[in-house]
């Protein structure tokens, strides 16, 4: 949960930064030495900067903006990045452009006539007149078709922004709505009389909205700032947007943020307010769709931006002595707050419809056999293939952490982390089909989308990991690196450690002893024990586990060089899903590392499973233990369910592959596929998910450990950010798996609309690894349902009591 703002923090926030008054003679001159720019200057109007009009001789206009001394260099930069990154995003997209001095820099540096040095903006001006003046000028009341396309301008800068990773985001600033409760409690006294009652009764449940329903939303940088001061527009026909400025009240929020600002500044210019609202949203929708948890907080934050409206305004006009565009609209706002006030959460939202909605049954009866009839049918024509639970989902649809069958049930998938951002996450899906619809070949061909995600995500990575090679699947990965370290030592043998899973390549299928009888291995493969501290030879009490467990690598190059092997490399997981979700003690990787090296072999950090963010600490699991691999190989969450994997390691061992034939993967790079890992990359970074699976992970692993207390059946929890294994026991004292028990909690779990699987070398561990936008709300209902079903597992499959 959030801190609260104190209230001298909530004091600094209200407190106002005055504009510097530089004279304009040194302004041009300095201008005119970092951009080149000279021409005919005009003042504008601005609150925290001394703004200009540079119309220049070649017809070109801008906009100059002079920052005061007090305001954060950091922050001006984050504008900057941000109007960049909706230039490369979205480039019809109508904001200002960054102009950059001439050694190429996005900012510049100007010293005032004591020699203090202000940091300076250059934008191209955008001309029209903003949305307040056009409907003040023709007393004009906005209807349905144009709340809507504002929606739509709205939505789609969100959307634009949605992948922005740029840091200076205002840590707290009063415009951003997390603050609101404690701002509107400050400003109270500064409100109109009219309003206070209406504010306090409000706000108990504006705190509750904040403080403990914000935080579980899915969260990006957001404008924050559409209204009509902002958005320059014309009427007729209808409205067109011709620009939106001023970036300055960016922040990190939950997406429903941004619309609940969009409504909070638009609905009073439509008859109906709520009405108006539904057209915003369904607008804002088209872009950027939202969920049910969502939609169920938007009114509070609406009627949250109408209040802090209301009191900043009312604080700055009696406290500061200063009037803003928005002071001849006080009430408009507070006629807002009043009806809205008046409705319930339910009625406000009625006509939005959030973006994943269980279809009927008889939607699909026509397409669709019954799930008995469809499964055989699959047989037939697929052979007995592998499939999920006792009586399989056919699945139709999904969004986010929940998938909907043909019935339309919906589950809550803890289980898939191929949808590492979430099912048919927006964006990802919008870049699939532009690309697709554009343009789709193979690496053969030049295209900068792959040299881009291959830089992208070298920056994550240690520098010596400088090569890629991009290919379809983790088992390609896999057998890749195995014939590259093959081709580097001249060795055959691979080591692995027991129970575990690489692929299913001709190569790789014998590193995935998961599959298969372990006394049918090759001889050019073996194995090493898992470092399972809960059950393994050497165990938690061991001070000495980690170099315990390591100290077997040797024993296994020596079997290796014993039959004529030698040892080529050791595959790696940095978790290890195949025997439960164990996590090895800290120094054991370091120490494996260490041994396969001195006996000639590289080391291959297999990331499938592990990699992008999933552990909550590091792009990489390998990472958390300080080591640096030869080789990486990385797959399924790549590309958020899009079939991309990938292999990096060092030149000279990319180059000796080359040297010995060469490697070509037709789908691999493709055009399509660089163009969503980019897409995931922006999605992964702009919504933090990394911290998302930290915070989340934290709440999951909290609420296993108080059952693993309530619960004799669980003996051990084990595993890191969102991926988590729940160990259940007959005997906690002998640790005798349960192994009928997981399959029936897993069933059951199922039943109550929640998906996990049971795995391990004994089948008794319940495995829990879901998308990593999985919120504590996900959370909280994950753990309610293995509550219940670890409460009703049936008498003979449970500990006997003692």
Not at 148 to 176: C, K
Not at 209 to 216: C, F, G, I, M, R
Not at 484 to 494: C, D, H, L, W
Not at 709 to 734: A, S, W
Request: charged residues 20%; hydrophobic residues 40%; aromatic residues 6%.
């Amino acid at each position: 949960m959030q801190s609260n703002p104190t209230r001298d923090e909530v004091d600094a926030m209200l407190a106002s930064i005055s504009a510097p008054d530089l004279d304009l003679a040194l302004i041009e001159e300095q201008v005119g030495t970092l951009y080149g720019l000279t021409g005919i200057w005009r003042r504008l109007g601005g609150e925290r900067e001394q703004n200009f009009r540079l119309a220049t001789g070649e017809g070109q206009e801008f906009v100059v903006k002079v920052a005061s001394l007090e305001e954060p260099p950091e922050s001006l930069a984050f504008q900057i990045e941000a109007l960049d990154h909706i230039a490369r995003i979205d480039a019809g997209y109508p904001v200002p452009r960054v102009k950059r001095i001439l050694q190429g820099e996005t900012m510049g540096r100007l010293s005032d006539a004591n020699g203090q040095m202000h940091t300076v903006r250059v934008l191209t001006f955008l001309a029209g007149q903003t949305l307040l003046d056009r409907i003040k000028s023709a007393g004009h009341r906005l209807q349905a078709a144009e709340l809507i396309t504002l929606g739509e301008m709205s939505g789609r800068l969100a959307r634009a922004l949605q992948g922005f990773q740029g840091r200076g985001s205002p840590a707290s600033m009063p415009w951003d709505l997390k603050n609101a409760p404690q701002l509107v409690e400050r400003l109270l006294i500064h409100m109109p009389e009219r309003i206070r009652p209406v504010a306090r009764t409000l706000l108990p449940d504006l705190a509750k909205a904040t403080s403990e329903d914000l935080p579980k939303l899915r969260a990006q940088v957001i404008y924050n700032d559409f209204h009509e001061s902002n958005v320059l527009a014309d009427l007729i026909p209808g409205v067109s947007v011709q620009g939106v400025i001023d970036f300055g009240d960016m922040v990190y929020g939950p997406v429903v943020q941004d619309l609940a600002v969009t409504i909070a500044s638009l609905i009073h210019w439509a008859d109906d307010p709520v009405y108006a609202a539904t057209c915003l949203a369904r607008g804002y929708q088209r872009f950027m769709p939202l969920e049910a948890d969502d939609l169920a907080v938007l009114r509070r934050l609406v009627l949250a931006r109408l209040l802090l409206q209301v009191g900043i305004v009312s604080y700055q006009s009696s406290v500061n002595g200063l009037d803003t565009p928005l002071g001849d609209l006080q009430a408009f706002y507070m006629n807002a707050i009043e009806r809205i006030a008046q409705v319930t959460d339910a009625v406000f939202v009625a006509g939005m419809l959030p973006s994943v909605v269980p279809m009927s049954r008889a939607v699909y009866t026509v397409q669709s056999l019954p799930t008995p009839s469809l499964l055989q049918h699959r047989e037939t024509v697929l052979g007995k293939t592998y499939t999920f639970y006792n009586e399989p989902l056919e699945l139709v649809r999904g969004r986010g952490c929940k998938v909907y069958d043909a019935s339309g049930n919906e589950y809550l998938d803890c289980y898939n982390n191929v949808a590492n951002l979430g099912h048919c996450h927006p964006y990802v899906v919008d870049a699939l089909t532009r690309q697709a619809s554009t343009l789709n070949t193979n690496s053969r061909y030049l295209h900068r989308e792959v040299v881009r995600l291959g830089e992208r995500l070298s920056s994550t990575l240690p520098a010596h990991l400088d090569t890629w090679i991009f290919v379809c699947t983790g088992s390609e990965a896999n057998d890749l690196a195995v014939r590259m370290a093959r081709a580097v030592t001249g060795k055959e043998g691979i080591v692995i450690t027991e129970n575990s899973y690489h692929g299913n390549t001709s190569v790789c299928a014998p590193l995935s002893l998961i599959d298969y009888d372990a006394n049918d291995r090759p001889g050019w493969v073996e194995t090493v024990p898992p470092p399972n501290l809960y059950r393994g030879p050497y165990r938690q009490s061991d001070n000495d586990a980690g170099s315990k467990y390591a100290g077997h690598v040797d024993s296994a190059a020596r079997l290796l060089d014993d039959r004529g092997k030698g040892l080529a490399g050791l595959m790696i997981d940095s978790i290890f899903d195949g025997n439960g979700s164990l996590v090895p003690p800290p120094d054991y990787l370091s120490e494996v590392y260490a041994r396969v090296r001195a006996h000639g072999g590289l080391t291959i950090a297999d990331e499938v499973q592990m990699g992008f963010a999933r552990s909550g600490t590091h792009m990489w699991g390998f990472q958390a233990f300080g080591v640096e691999p030869d080789i990486v190989t990385m797959g399924k969450p790549m590309g958020n369910g899009h079939p991309m994997a990938a292999l990096v390691t060092r030149r000279d061992i990319a180059a000796k592959l080359q040297a010995n034939g060469g490697y070509f993967n037709t789908f691999g790079g493709n055009t399509v596929s660089a163009v969503v890992g980019n897409a995931c990359l922006d999605v992964l970074w702009g919504e933090n998910l990394q911290g998302n699976a930290a915070r989340s992970g934290a709440t999951m692993r909290a609420g296993l450990l108080d059952l693993m207390e309530r619960h004799e059946i669980v003996g051990h929890i084990q595993g890191r950010g969102l991926f988590l294994g729940v160990e259940l026991v007959t005997d906690r004292t002998t640790r005798a798996p349960a192994k009928l028990a997981a399959r029936w909690v897993r069933e059951r779990m199922k039943s109550l609309g929640v998906l996990v699987s049971s795995t391990g070398p004994l089948g008794n561990i319940i495995k829990i690894r879901p998308p990593l936008v999985f919120s504590n709300a996900d959370a909280a209902r994950c753990l309610e349902a293995l509550e219940t079903a670890l409460s009703q597992v049936p008498a003979d499959l449970r500990p006997k009591a003692v």
